[in-house]
T-cell receptor, first 117, second 111 residues
């Protein structure tokens, strides 16, 4: 079974530029998550999708971050404009089943490392 | 107060040592407790998962949960250099699978 795929793996941009990250979850997984992991910290949930719909985006800085999940499969996370404090690893995860219940395991991709200069 | 606090380490131990990793949490509503391992430049992978107080063993790993104290631990017996990684505790809330992570502990096992 193929894992969660993410691209690009690395990205360096200057502040105020825009950037987009792509995630392809495990086939058949209904729930998709985007996390931000700042160096020395644990991942922080930015947004959770259940199929096409947003379940939780309470920690997404909506003035600069946006995310979409078209057709309930792939997802894109965008930052516009980027700030220095956005430098982090952006992790995508997915879990199976329509209910998104508490017992389901989240499988993580390798992440995209973003450096904002 | 953070929802999940994890001993930051880092920890450096000799091969064969017993390792103890610890987290505390503040919300008694949390029901599901996990430990993830994250190798350098990789995503976290699930190591252990439990939803009740007590111990759960899987090979060299034992997860311990004390809900009365809001305290969780991961023990690694006979540690190996391949165990060198960052260990993250994570707790699930009561709905929708949202994970709240500790800040992680960097473990190095030297031969």
């Amino acid at each position: 079974e193929a894992g969660v795929a993410q691209s690009p793996r690395y990205k360096i941009i200057e502040k105020r530029q825009s950037v987009a990250f792509w995630c392809n979850p495990i086939s058949g997984h209904a729930t998709l998550y985007w996390y931000q992991q700042i160096l020395g910290q644990g991942p922080k949930l930015l947004i959770q999708f259940q199929n096409n719909g947003v379940v939780d985006d309470s920690q997404l800085p909506k003035d600069r971050f946006s995310a979409e999940r078209l057709k309930g499969v792939d997802s894109t996370l965008k930052i516009q404009p980027a700030k220095l404090e956005d430098s982090a690893v952006y992790l995508c995860a997915s879990s199976g089943g329509a209910s998104g219940g508490a017992r389901e395991t989240q499988y993580f991709g390798p992440g995209t490392r973003l450096l904002v200069l | 107060q953070k929802e999940v606090e994890q001993d930051p380490g880092p920890l450096s131990v000799p091969e064969g040592a017993i390792v103890s990793l610890n987290c505390t949490y503040s919300n008694s509503a949390f029901q599901y407790f996990m430990w993830y391992r994250q190798y350098s430049r990789k995503g976290p992978e699930l190591l252990m998962y439990t939803y009740s107080s007590g111990n759960k063993e899987d090979g060299r790993f034992t997860a311990q949960v004390d809900k009365s104290s809001k305290y969780i631990s991961l023990f690694i017996r006979d540690s190996q250099p391949s165990d060198s990684a960052t260990y993250l505790c994570a707790i699930k809330g009561t709905s929708y699978g949202k994970l709240t992570f500790g800040q992680g502990t960097i473990l190095t096992v030297h031969p």
